[in-house]
T-cell receptor
Framework: KNQVEQSPQSLIILEGKNCTLQ??????????LRWYKQDTGRGPVSLTI?????NTKSNGRYTATLDADTKQSSLHITASQLSDSASYIC???????????FGAGTRLFVKA | NAGVTQTPKFQVLKTGQSMTLQCAQD?????MSWYRQDPGMGLRLIHY???????DQGEVPNGYNVSRSTTEDFPLRLLSAAPSQTSVYFC?????????????FGSGTRLTVV
């Protein structure tokens, strides 16, 4: 079954600290993986897109990694800011058609 | 500003009522879709369209209808609202399906059915 599992469900960190969010998937065949940030009351916004051949991609303080062999991805946030408080959603796209599988998200709270 | 516009932002319906959620994009995207987001769950696809005049069902289509008469607009119709349809609804568009291009999401419609 095509699934995307994210951990932890929620996370609280102090401003300035780093954190890593995890995404494990069983989607096959794999096309690409995306991380989205969703602020409260807003729609998701794309952070990174990675294809099978890419294992690292950065977007400012956000760095995503992909291990296609173990079907795992992580999103590392460096020097967190209060504005990083949001849900982070891992999305995996199957090859063929438009099958998109969303993870339930990790809710990140950054405290001053 | 370019993007996906959803209206209304909030709506309360009584069971059995019908309504239409509006979605418009001005990016000339071919692909448009509707999702619902429920607590503790990932977004689930309701219906999608790969171009004007073409629509198809997603994962949870029951109770919803769509049409795509223009590239810009993709309304979602609730035929007879039920409490199980209480959710946040997102419209998304993409230049070329879900392959190499990311989705642009609207800001959502929060629907409560009482």
């Amino acid at each position: 079954k095509n699934q995307v599992e994210q951990s932890p469900q929620s996370l609280i960190i102090l401003e300035g600290k780093n954190c890593t969010l995890q995404c494990n998937y069983t989607v096959s065949p794999f096309s690409n993986l995306r991380w989205y940030k969703q602020d409260t009351g807003r729609g998701p916004v794309s952070l990174t897109i990675m294809t099978f051949s890419e294992n690292t991609k950065s977007n400012g303080r956000y760095t995503a990694t992909l291990d296609a062999d173990t079907k795992q991805s992580s999103l590392h946030i460096t020097a967190s800011q209060l504005s990083d408080s949001a849900s982070y959603i891992c999305v995996v796209i199957r090859s063929g058609g438009f099958k998109t599988i969303f993870g339930a998200g990790t809710r990140l709270f950054v405290k001053a | 500003n370019a993007g996906v516009t959803q209206t209304p932002k909030f709506q309360v319906l009584k069971t059995g009522q019908s309504m239409t959620l509006q979605c418009a994009q001005d990016m000339n995207h071919e692909y448009m879709s509707w999702y619902r987001q429920d607590p503790g769950m990932g977004l689930r696809l309701i219906h999608y369209s790969v171009g004007a005049g073409i629509t198809d069902q997603g994962e949870v289509p029951n109770g919803y209808n769509v049409s795509r008469s223009t590239t810009e607009d993709f309304p979602l119709r609730l035929l007879s609202a039920a409490p199980s349809q209480t959710s946040v609804y997102f419209c998304a568009s993409s230049y070329s399906g879900s392959r190499e291009y990311g989705y642009t999401f609207g800001s959502g419609t929060r629907l409560t059915v009482v």
